[in-house]
């Protein structure tokens, strides 16, 4: 089955480094994307892994390991303006290609 | 601004009702994707058309229809709606037809009463 699991919320310090995971459950998997949606707002695009490895932009960087069917999203140098929800997506080849959503993750930044 | 725009923003409507969604993808996307987004939930896929076709479908309901035009807008259409039916329902578009990078409107709220 496709699955993708994250943590409902997290939180943080200003000025700190906070990691989101996102494990998937699936076969056929083709690659990570990941969203940033603020309250009210409309989901933005972050970043997307296909392969192993370490992305990087910016303050933001991106991880995955397809051995162990996880990835993470990293969030340095931490803003006020951070507070959001983080979701993951995966790509799977027998979905059409289409992205198969995580319940997102609630990231709280506190002074 | 992502580009995609949507109309309208918010809408009331009573239980048994039917409303038309509108989209406008960014320029040069194929592409149009509609999600629907219940309070503190996740995104919930409902389907995609391609270049005026049909490309994918998700949780749809069976009251729920979409269709794409030459012009390349879409249009969602709710019918018999029901009180669960309230969410946020957001249009994305992307330039191919498997791509994992969206580009979101701003979302109509829909309140059903």
């Known amino acids: 089955g496709q699955s993708l699991e994250q943590p409902s919320e997290v939180t943080a310090v200003e000025g700190a480094i906070v990691q989101i995971n996102c494990t998937y459950q699936?076969?056929?998997?083709?690659?990570l994307s990941w969203y940033q949606q603020h309250d009210g707002g409309a989901p933005t695009f972050l970043s997307y892994?296909?392969l192993d490895g370490l992305e990087e932009t910016g303050r933001f960087s991106s991880f995955l390991s397809r051995s162990d069917s996880y990835g993470y999203l990293l969030l340095q140098e931490l803003q006020m303006k951070d507070s959001a929800s983080y979701f993951c997506?995966?790509?799977?080849?027998?979905?059409?290609?289409?992205?198969?959503w995580g319940a997102g993750t609630k990231l709280i930044i506190k002074p | 601004d992502s580009g995609v725009t949507q109309t309208p923003k918010h809408l009331i409507t009573a239980t048994g009702q039917r409303v038309t969604l509108r989209c406008s993808p960014r320029?040069?996307?194929?592409?149009v994707y509609w999600y629907q987004q219940s309070l503190d939930q996740g995104l919930q896929f409902l389907i995609q058309?391609?270049?005026?076709?049909?490309?994918a479908k998700g949780n749809i309901l069976e009251r729920f229809s979409a269709q794409q035009f030459p012009d390349l807008h879409s249009e969602l259409n709710l019918s018999s709606l029901e009180l669960g039916d309230s969410a946020l329902y957001f249009c994305?578009?992307?330039?191919?037809?498997?791509?994992?990078?969206?580009?979101f409107g701003p979302g109509t709220r829909l309140t059903v009463t």
């Open positions: 699936t076969s056929g998997f083709y690659g």
């Open positions: 997506a995966v790509r799977f080849m027998d979905s059409n290609y289409q992205l198969i």
């Open positions: 320029s040069g996307d194929l592409s």
């Open positions: 892994n296909a």
């Open positions: 994305a578009s992307s330039v191919g037809s498997d791509s994992y990078e969206q580009y």
């Open positions: 058309y391609y270049n005026g076709e049909e490309r």
